[in-house]
């Protein structure tokens, strides 16, 4: 049978490295790189751009149902085609109910099947209250179990004191399951208890670096007590100092990773001080000499993975902080930005590799949630899964450009060079030509290879 597609004359970036390499796509998977090619039933012309592995966002709040008012699986799946993201992992808040039962999990999946336009792995949540539910949902194949140390900002999903998040870590180490956690210490934010004024700078002086710290050093006593068989997933570390603790907690076998988000290594405080709530988010954005220190981390290979935590809200949650930030939601929408801000401030700032991009983004959070190798690698057998990329295009990110439905995000008017050109799920091209072309329901629930 020829193939559907083949995909002629682009620069594909390997696990073994980038080459100028056609792909052949026949049943939604790749049959065939290199010169074995044939001609197929259609043909992509993918001169002077780059094809990397379509992105696997690990970290993604699309809060439906619920609130699907705050984004919705239809409106964060059209930015995910945009933004070159072909598989999202979605977290359990603040969808409500949140999906700390098999009953929410149901029903979540039961929406998202109907609405999204990317493959999609959905998260458990892991509360005080559902300890005994673990099981259940991962047997409905979770790709994981969200904790917050901190309170979440929701009163439907509650933080996890040390003890019980030391009970879940038990628990899930038993099922062969990871704890994604948000590492801010509840304690030392109570200790801290900044005075708060109502410009944006107020909101990172009391949710200060030390914060993330000793989240993540409390969470390694949490995993002692576990046992040797517990894994955690630290989210959204935010400074070079917090990605010391899990790299050092490695090299004494810790099973513990971590990932960092575009909005740490693209913006500092100034930025925050300018754009205000759009940029608001937990932990904070930090100052210039903290987020090179990050870059410094990510470009020696010591950060596991980069997710976007697109977190958006109603444009009316954000505009109430214009003269408190205290009064605005936190979140960013950002699962446009992963890509351009690698390539811009990654590739060509800084001299991140397209191989590395590849690896952060799409290969090491799809082998960490046990979806490789049918997701996050282009090699023969594994989902026709694109970012079709042209690394030297120069444009600014317009509200045209901008599909979260609340229309904020602090990368409006920002420059990029490095552009998502096509993205293709399965062989399908979801975006290209500036459009969104993927198709309410086009996606497929994809689950952890240990829950198959
Ligand atoms: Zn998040």
């Known amino acids: 049978m020829p193939p559907e597609l083949v ?26 790189i290199g010169s074995e090619v044939r001609d197929g039933a259609a043909t992509l012309d993918a001169k002077g751009l780059v094809i990397l592995p379509g992105v696997v966002d690990a970290h993604v709040h699309f809060n439906e149902p619920g609130r699907a008012d705050w984004e919705g699986w239809e409106a964060g799946t059209r930015g995910a085609a945009a933004g070159g993201v072909t598989t999202v992992l979605e977290m359990p808040l603040n969808a409500h109910p949140p999906t700390t039962t098999p009953e929410a999990f149901d029903a979540k999946l039961a929406v998202a099947s109907r609405k999204s336009l990317v493959d999609f792995g959905l998260w458990g949540g892991l509360v005080p209250e559902n300890l005994q539910q673990l099981e259940h949902l991962n047997q409905r194949g979770v790709v994981g179990f969200k904790a917050f140390m901190s309170h979440s900002g929701i009163d439907d999903f509650a933080r996890v004191p040390d003890g019980i998040l030391a009970i ?53 006593v949490a995993m002692r007590g576990a046992g040797t068989a517990a894994r955690a997933h630290v989210v959204h570390v935010s400074t070079a100092a917090g990605l010391r603790e899990v790299n050092e907690a490695r090299r004494r076998g810790v099973s513990i990773t971590a990932e960092t988000c575009p909005h740490y290594l693209a913006f500092t405080e100034e930025d925050f001080a300018r754009i205000g709530p759009p940029l608001k988010c937990a932990p904070p954005i930090r100052d210039a000499e903290t987020r090179e220190a990050l870059w410094e981390e990510v470009l020696a290979g010591r950060v596991d993975l980069i997710a976007s935590d697109h977190s958006p809200c109603p444009a009316a949650d954000k505009h109430k ?15 446009q930005a992963t890509l351009p801000v690698l390539l811009s401030d990654g590739l060509h700032a800084r001299g991140l590799s397209l191989e590395r991009i590849a690896h952060l983004t799409a290969t090491a959070p799809a082998q960490l949630f046990g979806l490789y190798p049918r997701k996050g690698a282009i090699t023969i057998g594994a989902d026709a899964d694109f970012a079709i990329v042209d690394p030297q295009q120069r444009w600014t990110f317009g509200s045209k450009d ?13 420059q990029f060079t490095g552009k998502v050109v096509r993205t293709m799920v399965r062989g ?13 329901g086009g996606g497929q629930f994809v689950k952890p290879n240990h829950a198959n």
């Open 168 to 220: 879940g870590l038990k628990t899930t180490a038993r099922l062969n399951a990871i704890v994604g956690v948000h590492a801010e210490s509840q304690e030392l934010l109570d200790r801290l208890n900044a005075e708060r004024s109502p410009e944006p700078l107020s909101w990172c002086r009391a949710r200060p670096p030390a914060v993330e710290v000793e989240a993540i050093r409390r969470l390694l």
């Open 428 to 440: 399908v091209t979801v975006f290209g030509d500036g459009e969104v072309r993927g198709e309410p």
């Open 7 to 32: 995909i002629r004359g682009g620069t594909v970036v390997l696990p073994t490295g980038q080459r100028p390499a056609d792909i052949a796509v026949t049943n939604g998977t790749i049959s065939a």
């Open 402 to 414: 901008l599909q979260t439905r609340s229309g904020v995000s602090p990368y409006l008017d920002r």
């Open 321 to 335: 902080g214009e003269h408190d930030i205290w009064q605005a939601w936190g979140g960013v929408a950002g699962i």
